[in-house]
């Protein structure tokens, strides 16, 4: 079982993602020919053009920028990945989130998992996605398009 | 006891501080410290513009989430971990 979860300041581009799953990568490989898992899906969480402010109207947004509690964001975003791994038996599930700011339509979430089968992936994203905006501290705060 | 509290994210904004101090009157011996509960209960009534966050919000004590018993003393690191929005 492959687990792991980091966080890198700004977008996740693909060079980002890379850099960032440079160390487990080769293990990665080696899963992926060993033809153990029948479903790999993949989520990216993308900075929308608007969010609604305190009165509910949504508003042009420049970026988000995140912000975390150091150390226990990465021990919570650890310890997440390995509580859902175990519990849906996955074969791999990699994470990485931003932190400090991200723009409008980049990315800062990914969430790749694979399993033996569909359902038992599709259920451990739902279930980690729901868990991360719980557990997980991180906050997101807007930044106005209009502030500029 | 004295107690200080980490704030983040729009609990931070609007307390415009990223430390909120909090005095608690623990019930029982001070030097077992103050319940989790009793220091939310304090942080309500001394920080009431914070209030709206705290019913669904959790202290973390020395970067583990704690329960609402669990006793916090004067130089723990303790934060709020409230409205928080990963992903």
């Known amino acids: ?148 | 006891m004295h107690v200080e509290v980490l704030v983040f994210g729009q609990v931070a904004e609007i307390a415009a501080a990223p430390l909120l101090h909090v005095e608690v009157n623990p019930a029982g011996d001070v030097q077992h410290g103050a319940r989790v509960d009793e220091v939310l209960r304090a942080m309500g009534e001394q920080h009431p513009s914070i209030a709206f966050a705290l019913a669904s919000a959790r202290l973390a004590v020395n970067h583990a989430f704690a329960t609402s018993d669990t006793r916090v003393h004067a130089r723990d690191e303790v934060a709020l971990i409230a409205l928080v929005g990963g992903g």
């Open chain 1, 1 to 148: 079982m492959i687990v792991f979860a980091t966080l890198v300041e700004g977008s996740i581009t693909r060079d980002a993602e890379a850099c960032a799953i440079a160390p487990i990568a080769a293990h990665v490989e080696r899963c992926t020919r060993a033809g153990t898992s029948g479903a790999t899906v993949r989520f990216e969480g993308i900075v929308r053009d608007t969010e609604p402010r305190g009165d509910g109207v949504p508003r042009a947004l420049k970026a988000l920028r995140y912000s975390s509690y150091d150390p226990m964001a990465q021990q919570a975003l650890d310890a997440l990945a390995l509580d859902i791994a175990r519990a849906h038996q996955l074969n791999a599930l990699i994470t990485v989130h931003s932190r400090g700011e991200v723009a409008v339509g980049e990315i800062s979430f990914v969430l790749t998992i694979a399993a033996c089968h569909r359902a038992q992936s599709l259920r451990a994203m739902g279930e980690f996605i729901d868990r991360l905006k719980q557990d997980v501290p991180l906050w997101k705060q807007p930044v106005w398009r209009e502030c500029e």
